[in-house]
DNA sequence: GTCTATACGCGGATAGAC
DNA sequence: GTCTATCCGCGTATAGAC
């Protein structure tokens, strides 16, 4: 669940992390989940490694380069997800595929990804950043196809959104995983028009 | 754009606010919107109302109480759409009206509803408050018809989740307002299968 | 790479006067 | 209700030895 498979030649990351370093993404990226982004101090994530404050200063120079790297974990992970869907045979079993590998993601990591997406520092971080928007673009053109107007973008974001934002609604809290990702992709798939 | 015309009788609160306590909780929600809930300190807040900090503690006991008066304030504006929904004369008229409201409310508030909604204490708190849970109840039959199965309030779920999110997606930062308003609404017409 | 030690500042919170 | 003053603890960050 740390660190292994994610990253192969899909990570669109500025800098290749080393051992050490997906380690403390990793403890980062837990601890994320149960406390917020804000939630977490460098104490915390030094205790979870058994190791110093100092430690892990010296891999990450701040806090939120801490940050950034697990949302490009995270991101990594939908990358390879897509890749998955970009080598099936028909476009039509690329969008299928996606989708369900979408919410799977989604379910998997609940509490990672409404602390990630919500926190203002990644929603900035991202909006101008050019690895993410080509995540993105791959993203919505396997759901939309190719011919999708200057909205598919959009349509992919409120999808995606939707999907992120329902995991961690109050309402899902009450839903076990399973009952949570069929409902999620029944939901989906009828917001993308196909058949259920 | 502070306090006025949120409460009326909708405001399923736990204690009323005075007058200061509303001003207190319109500044601190535009700092939220700005800085994020864990980015916002007591001192920001003292310094935007022009006072100290401790005139604040004497309004609201903790930072938590703040919070929780801000989230409370939000949910009474979707209070209020409810209600004029179900106002409408048939069901799918009220329907149609709260779809457009709460895209409304989304898009003239995206930058608080992702601060909130994402904040890890905002949503432990509603996840086990019964008068956030009638607001969804109320939210989920309005939108579904009183037949939608137990499945219905993920779905509304999902709904809120997916125009919640899309507006504080760093792909709709590039929408302005009045765009991200109509392909909203567009989309969310669709989720619902309602006629475009 | 990891440690100990230390600094600095800020955020949350309280006491008590006006 | 608001102020001044103050406490405490923690989070961020650095220096320097092993």
Redo the contacts between chains.
């Keep these: 669940m740390a660190s292994k498979g994610i990253t192969g030649n899909a990570s669109s990351r500025s800098t290749p992390l080393s051992a050490v370093q997906e380690r403390t993404v990793g403890a980062a990226l837990e601890l994320f989940a149960r406390?917020?982004?804000?939630?977490t101090s460098f104490q915390m994530i030094a205790d979870a490694l058994g190791v110093t404050k100092a430690a892990i200063y010296h891999q990450f120079k701040t806090k939120e380069a801490i940050v950034i790297a697990a949302a490009e974990d995270e991101l990594a992970r939908v990358e390879t997800a897509i890749e998955a869907a970009e080598n099936e045979a028909s476009p039509a079993l690329a969008r299928d595929v996606l989708v369900a590998r979408i919410v799977d993601l989604a379910v998997e990591r609940r509490r990672m990804e409404?602390?990630l997406?919500?926190?203002?520092v990644i929603?900035s971080y991202?909006?101008h950043?050019e690895p993410?928007?080509r995540v993105?673009d791959r993203l919505y053109r396997v759901l939309m196809g190719d011919d999708a107007g200057p909205?598919g973008?959009?349509?992919?974001?409120?999808?995606?959104?939707?999907?992120?934002?329902?995991v961690?609604?109050?309402?899902?809290?009450e839903?076990d995983d399973e009952a949570?990702r069929s409902?999620?992709l029944r939901?989906a798939r009828?917001?993308l028009?196909l058949p259920t």
């Design positions: 406390h917020g982004v804000a939630g409404g602390s997406l919500g926190d203002p929603v991202f909006s950043h993410f928007r993105m909205d973008r959009l349509s992919a974001a409120m999808l995606t959104a939707a999907i992120g934002g329902a961690m609604h109050p309402i899902a809290t839903l949570l409902q999620l939901l009828r917001f028009d």
